[in-house]
């Protein structure tokens, strides 16, 4: 068995918060980055995208990361 140590920052997506979590990344060795279902992708594409872009640009060598979606339970409004 492996000890990890986690640490989970929700920065809610917003652009007020970017030169935050740019900080975050170098450290990091892995990220998962999630998305509203209950929102259209192509609504969230560029921020998905950007975010993507930011984990390989501010992080270290490799950068594995997880794509999730949110809210999967909310059938209404999928």
């Known amino acids: 068995f492996k000890t990890l140590n986690l640490?989970?920052?929700?920065?809610?997506g917003l652009e007020c918060h970017r030169h935050v979590t740019r900080s975050y990344y170098r450290g990091g060795k892995g990220?998962?980055?999630?998305?509203?279902?209950?929102?259209?992708?192509?609504?969230?594409?560029n921020g998905i995208r950007s975010?993507?872009?930011?984990?390989?640009?501010?992080?270290?060598?490799?950068n594995p990361f997880i794509l999730v979606g949110t809210k999967s339970d909310d059938y209404e409004n999928r």
Do not use: H, M, N, P
Not at 51 to 62: C, K, L, N, T
């Open 7 to 12: 640490q989970i920052w929700d920065t809610v």
């Open 31 to 45: 990220f998962v980055l999630a998305f509203d279902l209950t929102k259209s992708l192509l609504d969230q594409s």
């Open 51 to 62: 975010f993507a872009e930011d984990v390989f640009r501010f992080g270290s060598s490799y």
